[in-house]
């Protein structure tokens, strides 16, 4: 009995790690969760394309509404694309404990560089954006190492873009729900952190099938209500980049449409300093 009381009382001082998610689909993938690698993923992600560790392949089924709510490493072939994530993983290690700022998700995010540096100088952030990603892609890096160790005060997500590539596949909801998980994980890792949700972006022109998916994504983002809980909130950042016509403010761009400029940064960060104000002042 004693040695029951004196084990119960040593687990109950242990810290209580949060559990993954609970994703719609188990997928063949060897490590679900954790950092280090074993031996057996890296080999899985690394030789696999990304298409052929999809939900459903390892069953010959094609489940192209799972692949934005399931976790999936990228691939830029070989491990090209867990270079970054280790990368971004060993500044997480050497930022460990308390920061003012994360900011998650694709090549928009990472890109802040200089610009975040000019508008907000006095803020502790670590930024684990990368090139390409999708929602299953951070997903993926949020479960494996991505953010273990850091205490964020406030997140800025902003995820979704890359996934306009596979919409006339996954649909647009699945889209929705994907940038949806994304925040249910950040959530779950960081119960006490304040969170925003910036919504997709406009790119390219009215009418292209990619600009009015977005336009859609963030309409079915609206329904999710990701702002219902008082600790998140939502900023739509679509009149601030685009004219009365719905055309892109060009100057806000680079020319590929699609990224920002240093004078579109100004005016993201416009939007982001009193959020990220308040959140930081409770």
């Known amino acids: 009995?004693?040695?029951?009381?004196?084990?119960?009382?040593?687990l109950l001082l242990v810290p209580l790690r949060l559990s993954a998610l609970d994703y719609p689909y188990v997928t063949a993938e060897p490590q679900k969760t954790g950092w280090p690698l074993t031996a057996e993923e890296r080999a899985y992600i690394t030789q696999k394309a990304e298409h052929d560790r999809r939900p459903g392949c390892e069953a010959n089924k094609h489940l192209p509404q799972l692949w934005p709510v399931v976790p999936s490493a990228g691939f830029f072939g070989g491990d090209a694309w867990l270079k970054l994530h280790e990368a971004h993983v060993k500044t997480v290690h050497e930022n460990k404990?308390?920061?003012?700022?994360?900011?998650?998700?694709?090549?928009?995010?990472?890109?802040?560089?200089?610009?975040?540096?000019k508008h907000f100088p006095n803020y502790k952030a670590v930024n684990i954006g990368i090139g390409g990603d999708k929602t299953q892609n951070v997903l993926w890096r949020l479960d494996h190492g991505g953010?273990?160790?850091l205490q964020p005060k406030a997140i800025v997500l902003m995820?979704?873009?890359?996934?306009?590539f596979f919409?006339?596949?996954t649909g647009i909801e699945a889209a929705a729900k994907g940038v949806q998980m994304c925040l249910a994980n950040l959530r779950e890792k960081f119960p006490d952190a304040r969170i925003i949700v910036a919504k997709i972006l406009p790119a390219h022109v009215p009418g292209n099938r990619f600009y009015e998916d977005i336009k859609k994504t963030n309409a079915a983002l609206d329904l999710l209500k990701l702002d219902s809980a008082p600790q998140v909130q939502v900023l739509d950042l679509w009149a601030d980049f685009t004219n009365v016509d719905g055309?892109?403010?060009?100057?806000?761009?680079?020319?590929?449409?699609?990224?920002?400029?240093?004078?579109?940064?100004?005016?993201?960060?416009?939007?982001?300093?009193?959020?990220?104000?308040?959140?930081?002042?409770?």
């Not at 009995?1 to 040593?10: D, E, G, R």
């Not at 003012?100 to 540096?117: A, E, F, H, N």
């Open 1 to 10: 009995m004693k040695h029951t009381l004196t084990l119960l009382t040593a």
């Open 97 to 117: 404990g308390p920061i003012d700022v994360l900011l998650v998700g694709d090549s928009i995010t990472i890109q802040w560089g200089d610009s975040w540096k």
């Open 147 to 149: 953010v273990d160790g």
């Open 159 to 164: 995820i979704g873009n890359n996934n306009m």
């Open 167 to 169: 919409t006339p596949e």
């Open 247 to 282: 055309t892109l403010k060009k100057d806000l761009f680079t020319p590929d449409n699609i990224h920002l400029s240093p004078a579109g940064y100004g005016v993201y960060a416009t939007r982001l300093k009193p959020v990220l104000q308040r959140f930081l002042s409770k």
